[in-house]
């Protein structure tokens, strides 16, 4: 048999309210045209984030049931810490929060002002809690990433070469860590092989700076090196999750992502020092070491969740997922960034609407157009976001894990192709009104 199904049946089912183009024109206007501001009960599909959005499982819920709420030393902290240890191997595990959280941690405790921190890409909330400890954060992502219809197995890798040079220019007691995200979340939700981490790691190890993954889509990653990376196709991809944890000396994970969870983080070092100073640190801002934050439910369900995402079947069906939607929208002449990526597709919103220039924003202009079409929520993912820091002017659809069946994302894939067909009518965005600092959540906007 070809074809792939979702592996999972449905036991509990949550309704969807559809809502006509009339009424959503009212809730854009009310909106000032910032998806982020209309009430999710007015989303039909709702492709704003993958983050703590996924549907857990029966084993997750009754999970949930099993938590202990005991402030200190509780067994849902076992629980989880014995499947944590078993994947990554790393002396230390502490949960918080998020994975936000867990990186402002680690890099108050690393990072001093005039520190570097490399990356392939650092994600944002990466980004903005290197900075917040005085160091700068710089992206490293290979050269061919840029060009967003480059078709490479591996577009998530970091350029070693680059990281090279950057430690010999600066010096390594300025790279107190280097840090790889699998899969690459910023540069297009795509895959890092274990050869560019193995090679990061030797560069790393030559220097003497520890390298940390930003794990949050390890999975993902593990699926793509099983199926793309010449050697692994035996490897189970827990096997494979292993061997790229076993390579960094310790990593930040949002259990929002590859848990399944709709809250959690976690902080793992093998530094037994830095160990020391983040669980202070995690006392004063989070909680105790062995809740982090969290409800002890939460730790169980997270526990959980990270064996049931290394399963084959659940792996192979969310990849194929995600490139269905990619691959019947590119087919029929919108442009996405190629190949598709793990847990999203991304349009190329400059590409398809050469008629609006990148101050009008076309991914937001985009983004309206799929909602007052078709009540999608969508992420646009360029000037507006970024400002003048904007590579490329990107409309993001993000899958939530278990969540919509192939008849939601073939609506997904009917709708776009209705709106690329009339997209010459569609109209560039102005800003009204914005504060100063991540001006996409809260500015009001109005079509041009
Ligand atoms: C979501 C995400 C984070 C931050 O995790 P939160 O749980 O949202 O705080 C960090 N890095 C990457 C790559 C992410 O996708």
């Known amino acids: 048999m070809r074809t792939i199904i979702e592996p999972f049946r449905i036991k509990s089912v949550e309704p969807l309210r559809h809502t006509t183009p009339a009424e959503r024109q009212g809730h854009l206007e009310a909106a000032g045209f910032n998806l982020f501001l209309i009430d999710a009960r007015h989303i039909l599909i709702d492709l704003l984030t993958d983050s ?14 099993r938590g202990d709420e005991s402030y200190a030393g509780s067994e849902s902290f076992f629980r989880l810490k014995r499947v944590a240890d078993a994947l990554t ?16 941690i680690l890099f108050t ?16 909330t990466t980004r903005a809690n290197v900075e917040y400890s005085g160091a700068r954060a710089v992206d490293l992502p290979i050269a ?40 690459n979340n910023s540069g297009g939700g795509q895959p890092v092989s274990m050869a560019n981490i193995e090679a990061v790691k030797a560069v790393c190890a030559r220097h003497g700076i520890p390298l940390y993954l930003d794990a949050c889509r390890f ?34 994970f949002s259990a929002k992502k590859d848990a399944f969870a709709n809250i959690g983080g976690l902080l793992c070092t093998n530094d037994d020092r830095v ?72 349009i190329d919103a400059a590409r398809m ?26 992420v646009e993912i360029g000037s507006l976001m970024f400002g003048e820091a904007a590579r490329h002017e990107l409309l993001r659809l993000a899958i939530p894990r278990r969540v919509y069946t192939q008849s939601h994302i073939d609506y997904v894939v009917e709708a776009i192709l209705e709106v690329n067909g009339h997209k010459e009518s569609i109209r560039g965005m102005e800003i009204l009104e914005a504060p100063p600092f991540l001006r996409h959540f809260s500015a009001r906007m109005r079509q041009l």
């Open 353 to 378: 609407l050469p008629h609006i220039p990148a101050a009008q924003f076309p991914g937001q202009a985009l983004a309206v157009e799929l909602y007052r079409h078709a009540g999608i929520r969508s």
């Open 109 to 124: 405790v690393m990072c001093k002002p005039g520190h570097l921190v490399p990356s392939n890409t650092h994600f944002d």
């Open 144 to 183: 061919e990433a840029r060009d967003t219809q480059a078709l490479l197995d591996f577009k998530g890798n970091m350029d070693v070469g680059g990281l090279e040079a950057l430690i010999r220019a600066e010096g390594a007691a300025k790279i107190p860590l280097v840090m790889l995200t699998v899969t």
């Open 52 to 65: 703590g959005t996924s549907a857990m499982s029966t084993e997750q819920w009754a999970a949930v049931m």
């Open 219 to 252: 999975a993902e990653n593990a699926w793509f090196i099983r199926e793309r990376e010449a050697g692994y196709a035996d490897w189970t991809p827990k096997q494979i999750a292993q061997k790229m944890f076993r390579l960094a000396d310790g990593c930040t």
């Open 275 to 346: 160990f020391l100073e983040q669980t202070n640190l995690l006392i004063l801002t989070e909680g105790f070491p062995t809740y982090g934050g969290l409800a002890g439910r939460d730790l169980d369900a997270i526990a959980v969740g990270l064996e049931e995402v290394l399963d084959e079947d659940y792996l192979r069906y969310r990849i194929a997922s995600t490139g269905y939607l990619g691959r019947h929208i590119a087919d029929h002449g919108v442009p996405i960034v190629e190949p598709p990526g793990g847990h999203a597709i991304y």
């Open 89 to 104: 191997g790393f002396r230390h595990m502490v949960p918080t929060h998020q994975g936000r959280a867990a990186e402002r």
